[in-house]
């Protein structure tokens, strides 16, 4: 085994410490993934804020009062062309190249009600969604970097869902390149329609969990993705799901503290160069 400089194929090696953790027959000590699922055990767990009986959190975050809102189309009013919940499973891939074709702000306003669509407010203790989340917390708010929507304006916005409306945030026309920049240099972000930003309110979960809560803030994000993936096949949109991105550099852009808001997940939507064949 050739270690020139302690490397060994461009990594970091030290043999000395192999052979310790070899002699001794114990694992090396656990990651922090590893950590965090044994920390997050239920048998570790204090009790949540809910159980001391602290005042929930609000369920959503208030809108800016200097910011413009803008009106979206009820859901209701827009039609998709049918297609059967297994065809759109089928049809679900990973695009990365889109049609030179704006987004409607129909199109826009459905995948949005899609994805964290309010469908019942229970007074000021819970919202149900479209989507699943654990307990009813729904502890996210969508931001929405706007590339190539009818009628919008380029730039970043907040998806209001109680009201169903679009607050405008900033019109900063070096967004795309800084938003690429900060998602590791991956060009099709500031080539797509649209980019969904999906942002965390943490304690709106962790209230009623703990720590725990934690975990469950990063399997909802799995369900509010999926849901735009299964959406945009009705529409023939492409989505592109994106984990690669710098935390500190987004949340930045975002506006946001990366503590008690931060950025979870995101994804791209744009037109299918080859919409899918009708059936």
Not at 89 to 96: G, L, M
Not at 122 to 146: K, N, Q, W
Not at 240 to 250: E, H, I, P, R
Request: glycine letters at 8%; one cysteine or more; hydrophobic letters at 35%.
């Amino acid at each position: 085994m050739r270690v020139v400089s302690g490397c060994h194929y461009g990594k970091a090696y030290y043999p000395e410490k192999k052979a310790y953790a070899m002699a001794q027959k114990t694992p090396p000590p656990a990651g922090t993934g590893r950590e965090f699922m044994e920390k997050t055990k239920y048998r570790y767990l204090t009790p949540s804020d809910q159980e001391r009986g602290l005042p929930q959190p609000p369920l959503e975050s208030p809108a800016d009062k200097d910011k413009k809102v803008f009106a979206l189309p009820d859901p209701g009013s827009i039609t998709v062309r049918p297609i059967s919940v297994r065809t759109a499973i089928e049809r679900r891939r990973s695009i990365r190249s889109y049609a030179h074709e704006p987004l409607s702000l129909a199109t826009l306003a459905f995948l949005l009600w899609c994805t964290q669509g309010v469908t019942r407010v229970a007074g000021s203790y819970a919202t149900f969604r479209t989507v699943p989340s654990a307990g009813a917390r729904h502890a996210f708010e969508t931001y929405l970097l706007v590339n190539d929507v009818e009628g919008q304006e380029p730039g970043l916005y907040r998806y209001l869902a109680l009201s169903h409306s679009l607050q405008q945030l900033d019109t900063d026309p070096t967004l795309p390149v800084r938003v690429t920049d900060a998602c590791l240099g991956q060009t099709f972000i500031s080539r797509c329609g649209v980019v969904f930003l999906w942002v965390t309110v943490p304690y709106r979960m962790t209230w009623r969990y703990g720590e725990r809560g934690y975990r469950e803030l990063h399997k909802d994000a799995g369900h509010v993705c999926q849901n735009l993936y299964l959406a945009a096949e009705a529409i023939g949109c492409g989505v592109c799901a994106v984990a690669a991105y710098d935390d500190d550099k987004m949340n930045s852009i975002l506006g946001i503290d990366g503590i008690d808001q931060f950025l979870i997940y995101l994804a791209t939507v744009g037109k299918r160069e080859e919409p899918a064949s009708e059936e």
